[in-house]
């Protein structure tokens, strides 16, 4: 009777003991696509067994509030891979990679990042091997508007105009958004978000977008309101109407200064 129970313990055991055991060699990690995709790689997936097959793998990156440890993770999914095909006794996985979507954190700050290897298990992708990346990563949840450059613009005080080129302007809203203005502003340091402070020289008011639509090779002309004399910084201001008044959702700016002399004086 004794002797049943052992076996009977065994042989519980005996089936998890046979999972072979998949390992990560080195691994990187890059945003591509302009943001919008992660390269996951690993140089080398290894399995280590002799004679056991591994299930189905997976790679994911995710962000943590602390290094991972073992366990339940607890974070933000920032991408995975679908399947990838399991390996049999001693096959390996050498340089591979894999371009996937990246799901930015719903909240900014800074991450630690970790990359992880997932086997198919007992009906469920499970964790069999980790690594957490050295650098923490800050990262933001992505914006809703977004100006794509190359962008310019080109006062003249004879014609009165401000030329205002763009190559797009595009959002993610799931809905409409409101009514558009494109303005290009001086300022006396480099604008990097936030309040503005300075002068707007030039503004046009564009329709709506629809969800999925965008503006692109954006060219308009804006009747010049010439500044004080001095130095200043351009950049391309885009604002929604949203409440009664119009808001900031995305600007790019130049890190030179072009310097305006006072207006001329009108002709008799």
């Known amino acids: 009777m004794r002797l049943c129970l052992v076996l009977a313990v065994l042989l519980q055991i005996i089936p998890f003991s046979a999972h072979a055991s998949p390992v990560l060699g080195q691994v990187r990690y890059e945003f591509v696509n302009n943001g919008a995709s992660l390269s996951l790689g690993a140089d080398l997936i290894k399995n280590s067994s002799k004679e056991n097959a591994t299930g189905s793998l997976k790679l994911q990156l995710w962000a943590t509030a602390a290094p991972y440890t073992g366990g339940t ?12 095909k399991g390996l ?20 900014a700050g800074t991450y630690n990042i970790v990359f992880l290897l997932l086997e198919y298990r007992s009906g469920a992708y499970v964790i069999v091997s980790h690594v957490n990346m050295t650098n923490r990563k800050a990262l933001a949840p992505l914006p809703l508007f977004s100006l ?39 300022t006396k340091a480099p604008y990097s978000g936030g309040t503005l402070s300075g002068y707007e020289i030039g ?16 060219k308009n002309v804006a009747r010049f309101v010439p500044p004080p004399a001095g130095s200043y910084y351009a950049s391309l201001v885009l604002s929604e109407w949203s409440d009664g008044q119009y808001r900031v959702v995305a600007h790019l700016s130049s890190s030179t200064a072009t310097q305006f002399n006072a207006p001329p004086a009108p002709k008799p």
């Open 73 to 84: 993770i607890k974070g933000y999914l920032l991408g995975g891979t679908d399947t990838i």
């Open 203 to 218: 503004e046009v008011r564009k329709d709506p977008l629809k969800p999925g639509f965008y503006y692109e090779n954006v």
């Open 148 to 186: 794509t450059g190359p962008w310019r613009w080109q006062s003249s005080y004879e014609g009165g105009t401000v030329e205002i080129d763009v190559a797009k302007i595009s959002h993610r809203r799931t809905g409409n958004t409101g009514t558009l203005k494109l303005a290009v502003w001086l």
């Open 88 to 107: 049999g006794p001693g096959q390996y996985y050498e340089n591979l990679r894999r371009v996937v979507s990246y799901v930015p954190p719903p909240v």
